[in-house]
Structures are given as structure tokens and as C-alpha cells.
């Protein structure tokens, strides 16, 4: 069993910043890779940032956007800089590792809405 539990979201300007945290509990051993994908409703999920043996962010997010893990807590967080309205969603964090009880599986979070307002 893996428990994947996000916090951070919230209401934020244009030009704000928001940090994001996802905590992975359960029964694992490792946790290879740990990232985040966005939401908007009507549209399916947007890879924004992942983490493992290299680091990845998309396009849109460069250089506003930073992830970071803490692999003693097997959490994960992505700070969020110069926010746009476009960056409005559900930020869904997910993992996936060798020793995790699927390995190769993506586990996922419930999400936590983003919303930037202009």
C-alpha cells in the first residue's frame, strides 16, 4: 500500500509563488523517480515536472518553476515562481520506483487545485 498526499495549493496574484509538497507513505523500499502533472478540467494531465536520475520541467515552466525531493522523508516539492493564470489546475504528484510494490506503476496523489488569478 502507497499513500501519495499533496498540500500547498491555494489562491494566488499573477506574479505570486506557491510551494507544493507531496508526502509518499506506505510499504516501499525506494522511490526512483517523483513528479508532478497539472490538470485543467476537460483536458488530460500535463507532465510538469519530474525528478530521478535527471530532472525534467516542461517548456511553459522554465525557470519559474523548481522541484526538489528529500529522499529521507520521500517527499517531493515544487516551488512555483512568477505564476501565470495559465498555471490554474489540479497539481497531481506521483511516484514510481523499483522498490515500491509495482514496480514500474505510477502511484498517484489526490491532487491539490492551483488557482492564479490575473
Known amino acids: 500500500q502507497v499513500q501519495l498526499v499533496e498540500s500547498g495549493g491555494g489562491l494566488v496574484q499573477a506574479g505570486g509563488s506557491l510551494r507544493l509538497s507531496c508526502a509518499a507513505t506506505?510499504?516501499?523500499?525506494?522511490?526512483?523517480?517523483m513528479g508532478w502533472v497539472r490538470q485543467v478540467p476537460g483536458k488530460s494531465r500535463d507532465l510538469v515536472a519530474f525528478k530521478g536520475d535527471t530532472t525534467y520541467y516542461a517548456d511553459p515552466v522554465k525557470g519559474r518553476f523548481t522541484i526538489s525531493r528529500d529522499n529521507a522523508k520521500n517527499t517531493v516539492y515544487l516551488q512555483m515562481n512568477n505564476m501565470k493564470p495559465e498555471d490554474t489546475g489540479v497539481y497531481y504528484c506521483y511516484a514510481r520506483g523499483g522498490g515500491m510494490p509495482i514496480p514500474g506503476m505510477n502511484y498517484w496523489g489526490e491532487g491539490t487545485l492551483v488557482t492564479v488569478s490575473s
Open positions: 506506505g510499504t516501499f523500499s525506494s522511490i526512483d523517480v
